[in-house]
């Protein structure tokens, strides 16, 4: 037998020596013996997993101040039915529990002849303290975001929707860390078949250790060979509460800061909650500004090459010799110089995210004067390469959501663009357009409501109408659905 | 194979057919502006049989299974067809088009593409579709806006001459119609709409592309022999650059559309006749498709396409729809007598 | 082993890139090009720089003669934006054809007649294009391109119109150029006739001789109706103005009726057809032939 399954004893010196071996003497557990009206009894707790004043003022001195006599059944009982110790008190009768809930900020209470423990919930845990999104930044909504426990990102949602149709479930998901998961729905919108779904691919994950969304992504997306993601990420409560009202699921984990979504469609990469906070003008316009970035992000340098290279009489006169003057001096041919250009613009970002805060500065000055400076006046790459290369970058960080494929294909479309011209670039725009009409989920394909098209929904997509119109929707995710996938 | 929506048919219906339509060759007779017509009508009554059919769920798919023969000869066709589209392709491209002087050589880089895309399935063709048709009505658009300021209406001689052989030609392009009745048991919504409107969208764009290549090239149609190429040589819509190289995009990607629909509904058929195998048919066909295209006469590949056409998606409908009406005929003398 | 493979294709493709034909840096790139066919085909070029030289070379085709060319000036000819093709009348229509249709030329692009081996050696194309495009918008020149050139040269009559270089004005004078090279100067009244009796249609300010001096006149915009009745062809021009003397509008009106009928007449008398002649008569039904001179009445109303 597993030793973790095995039941509590009732002798408390034999149940406090089989704790100290499961733990191997960890230094962060806690025994406190005490007695409690004649009972030798020991309170455990876990170091740093919580809080010591609100334990000593909410747990041992209750605890201690027992004066009547009780055996230990009735002593339990007295403590559950009359002392409000805590709100969460589960009893603990394996040990598989017991360490679960002390390593989760329980304290427990041992209590000779007693073959159960009791658990009381008094996590206090430091925790970082509730502040505005590093990814998801935007102008007009809200400053907070998710934050690392689980608990805390419940509340947000929940301050957001006082409705009882938002339902939470709780489970543990990891062999060895037990990390806490909740499915967050809305029961009234959400398909059924979805939800059992993912149920059932969660209950397949055989992991030891879930530390952030990754581990748990790739079980919930079904298209392996994809670039483009079929669930989506999300570290703000407001977006996530619009989500769910459209019928869709969040998955939050217990140790991380960002929440899964599911499903999701292509069209969201390039929404923002700024966009519901403008006018319906503005908001369409900037919304289109934000396709045209991506376009811009992905194939401005591969135009660019397969225009001058293979088919030069696509540009004016002019501009054809502003360009001869500024390659003729280049050494290297084109694609190499723009590839190379994009891989130092890939080391600089990589370099930038790692480096402490107080250096980062110095890195944009070097990167800046060393590839824009310094490598132009060498004549080692030219300007109006670096021109489309920046505006390239630059149009990519309009959607961080699809940063990964953008730079994937940006750097393929560079190759087959100098090695084939447009025909080479109508190739790869076949495969890339294939890849993400392929891209499904539970039945939901990525490319919806643009393919299948529903018109109606391209209220929200090709503009924004206002609220007045979009409030008679009773839109749910469900209307994507392509049965039998 | 799941459901593929009505505008999705005929959104692939349509690109298949811009394909054929780019591919006409010597339309420089007005008289061709009425036979064109006349051609469409025609396909409109071909496909009567069909769309009866599919009002019964699920009729041809239970004739492939009741007759694997037939799904044989419909492998065969695509096949054949998929062959003449490769040597469509090297026949009609300008030298500009291809990358490289080979034949061979682009078309293993077709097939390289069309490996992936056909092994993704029909229903990612189906979404694609869509996004493909945006962008062919924008290279329409672009087109019209070239051609525009070299229109002289009086290039146009009313004629008769070429009404017969406009017919001919429209409906030997018209292979579509085989996709149509291959696809039509997985179609969900209004399927007769679809089709209707492919038959009329694909002849207004021929009757456009005849009308351009009279009224903007003259007589210097009969030089290229293509009137699409001639168009896009002619029609800049800017003074200071040629934009023909930008119809590249759009040659190819309507090319691997076309030739995707092909594998896929080949891929479609082996399911019922070689389930186990149907996991190869995509590389195979495909590789089958360029050895033909090299090896075989063009002429008599042209040939069996034209005999087949109206036999497999015209006379194979309405031989199955009269048995059905004559079974349902009988049913009800039955149950008449019965009562 | 999928992944290893994938690594493998990926730094193929990457050293690739580097080995790729043609940088833009590598090419020619021609403002005006000039053909002439003695015996054998003679090619000449000019480039978009002021002192650029211009080399002739010769060969058997235009495949030939560009990769003779390529050799010469150490990278490969471009003519995509060349603005300007100078012909002799030595050579027309296959030349121009291949260039067009095989090798890239814009069909935009001007042609002119003069000889190219004097005119490449002093005249500079850019001034000679710009002059080109101003004495179109300015009224003074028929428009006149490649495709234009081209379809007229496939007709019946194999004849088109072709601007020249002119010693006595400033703007360029035209001729009809037959596709056998023989040449006809049109006369300055008959090539302003041209003008509208060919698509031409744009604003610009005339200036005509009155009693009281010289008067200008603004015409906004012009159109053309062809049609054919039997073997009779009518040419109506339609011209607008706002400009509402009388006086002013009758005098431009006789002036534009003279204009069309010398254009038709020495066009005519060259047996030639720019103007449309022989897609009138095929609407008609009417049997056409190298010596037809079909009956062609001008009317002309200021609007």
Known sequence: ?485 | ?339 | MKHFKLLIFLLLSLLLTGCSSESIADRVYTQAIGLTCDKQLSFYTQGFEQDSDTEAVTGTSIAEVLRCEESVNGGKVFIGHTELLCLDGTCTLEPAEELLFQQGLSPACKILYTNPKKYFQDADSTATVHMIRMSEQNGLLSSTELSTALNEWHGIWETALIPAESKSQDYPELVLLHKNGTCTKLSDTASKGMYWLRRNSGSFTMTLETPDGEQDIFIEKTKLQKSSQQDKLYYHVIVNTKDSNEELRDMLQKLITKQCKFAVLEMLRANADVIGMQDLLENANIEINKNLKPEVEISVSIE
């Open chain 2, 1 to 339: 194979m799941s459901k593929i929506r009505s505008s999705q048919l005929f959104c692939i219906l349509v690109l298949c057919g811009a394909w054929s339509v780019i591919c006409i060759p010597s339309m420089n007779e007005s008289g061709q502006i009425l036979g064109t017509i006349a051609g469409c009508l025609l396909q409109i009554l071909f496909c009567l049989p069909m769309l009866a059919l599919a009002k019964r769920q699920g009729s041809f798919e239970k004739l492939i299974q009741s007759q694997k023969w037939l799904g044989m000869l419909y492998i065969i066709f695509f096949l054949l067809w998929g062959a003449q589209s490769f040597i469509q392709l090297w026949e009609v491209s300008p030298p500009q088009l291809l990358p490289y002087s080979s034949k061979i050589a682009g078309g293993i880089l077709i097939i390289l593409t069309c490996l992936y895309t056909s092994s993704v399935g029909l229903k990612a063709t189906a979404r694609c579709a869509p996004f493909m048709i945006a962008l062919f009505i924008i290279s329409v658009i672009i087109l019209i806006l070239g051609a525009w300021k070299r229109i002289d209406i009086s290039r146009i001689a009313f004629t008769r001459t070429g009404f017969w052989d406009s017919i001919t030609i429209y409906n030997n392009l018209s292979c579509e119609l085989m996709i149509a009745w291959v696809l039509l048991d997985r179609v969900k919504g209004r399927r007769n709409l679809a089709i209707n409107s492919y038959l009329l969208t694909k002849a207004g764009f021929c009757i456009l592309i005849l009308f351009l290549s009279i009224t903007v090239g003259g007589r210097l149609t009969e030089l290229t022999g293509y009137p699409f190429f001639m168009l896009t040589t002619l029609s800049q819509p800017l003074q200071g650059q040629r934009a023909d190289a930008l119809y590249i995009l759009v040659f190819v990607m309507l090319y691997i559309m076309h030739i995707t629909i092909q594998t896929g509904i080949i891929g479609h058929l082996s399911e019922f006749l070689f389930p186990a195998f149907s996991k190869y048919t995509a590389p195979v066909s495909l590789l089958f498709m360029l050895l033909l295209a090299w090896l075989a006469d063009s002429n008599i590949m042209q040939s069996i396409t034209t005999i087949s056409l109206p036999v497999l998606a015209f006379l194979v409908p309405l031989l199955l729809r009269m048995k059905q009406f004559s079974k349902s005929i009988h049913k009800e003398q039955s149950q008449h007598e019965a009562f």
């Open chain 1, 1 to 485: 037998m597993n030793i973790k399954q095995k039941s509590i004893p009732e002798h408390l010196e034999e149940s406090l020596a089989e704790v100290r071996q499961i733990a191997e003497n960890s230094s962060d557990i806690l025994i406190n013996r005490l007695v409690i009206g004649n009972i030798s009894c020991a309170v455990i707790a876990c170091e740093g997993m919580l809080s010591t004043a609100i334990m000593t003022d909410l747990i041992i001195k209750p605890l201690t101040e027992i004066s009547i006599q009780l055996d230990s059944e009735n002593l339990f009982q007295h403590i559950q039915e009359n002392l409000l110790l805590s709100l969460d008190r589960p009893v603990v009768r394996n040990y598989s529990d017991f360490f679960k809930l002390l390593y989760s900020g329980f304290v427990i209470l041992l209590a000779e002849g007693q073959n159960k423990a009791l658990a009381f919930g008094v996590q206090g845990y430091d925790k970082r303290s509730i502040g505005e999104p590093s990814g998801e930044k935007n102008i007009l909504g809200a400053q907070d975001g998710f934050i690392e426990a689980i608990r805390t990102n419940m509340s947000l949602i929940r301050r957001r929707m006082k409705t009882p149709l938002l339902k939470f479930e709780l489970s543990q998901i990891g062999n060895l860390s037990q990390t806490d998961i909740c499915l967050c729905y809305m029961t009234d919108r959400v398909p059924p078949q979805l939800l059992r779904q993912i149920k059932k691919k969660l209950a397949t994950v055989e992991l030891d250790t879930v530390l952030s969304t990754g581990y748990l992504q790739s079980f919930l997306e079904k298209c392996r060979g994809s670039l483009f993601d079929s669930v989506s990420l999300t570290q703000r409560p407001d977006v996530l509460c619009s989500k769910l009202l459209e019928g869709r699921i969040a998955l939050l984990i217990d140790g991380t800061p960002f929440v899964i979504v599911i499903p999701k469609l292509f069209v969201e990469n390039f929404q923002t909650l700024d966009d519901y906070n403008n006018k319906p003008y503005y908001a369409g316009f900037s919304r289109w500004i934000k396709y045209l970035a991506f376009f811009l992000a992905v194939l401005l340098p591969a135009l660019y090459i397969a225009v001058c290279m293979h088919h030069p009489e696509l540009l004016n006169s002019t501009l054809v010799l502003i360009l001869t003057e500024a390659e003729q001096e280049a050494p290297l041919s084109l694609p190499t110089e723009t590839i190379f250009v994009l891989l130092m613009y890939e080391v600089i970002r990589e370099a930038g995210l790692r480096l402490p805060k107080s250096v980062g500065g110095a890195v944009s000055i070097v990167s800046g004067l060393i590839i824009g400076d310094s490598a132009v006046a060498s004549g080692l790459i030219s300007t109006p390469m670096l021109t489309m290369v920046a505006i390239s970058v630059i149009a990519a960080f309009v959607t961080p959501d699809l940063n990964a494929p953008i730079t994937v294909l940006r750097l393929l479309f560079i190759i087959v663009g100098g090695l084939w011209g447009l025909f080479g670039i109508g190739l790869l725009g076949m495969l890339a357009l294939y890849n993400l009409c392929a891209t499904e989920n539970f039945g939901f394909p990525v490319t919806a409501p643009l393919a299948p098209f529903i018109s109606k929904s391209m209220r929200d997509v090709a503009t924004r109408v206002n609220f007045q119109r979009m409030q008679s929707g009773n839109f749910t995710v469900e209307e994507y659905h392509e049965q039998n996938s």
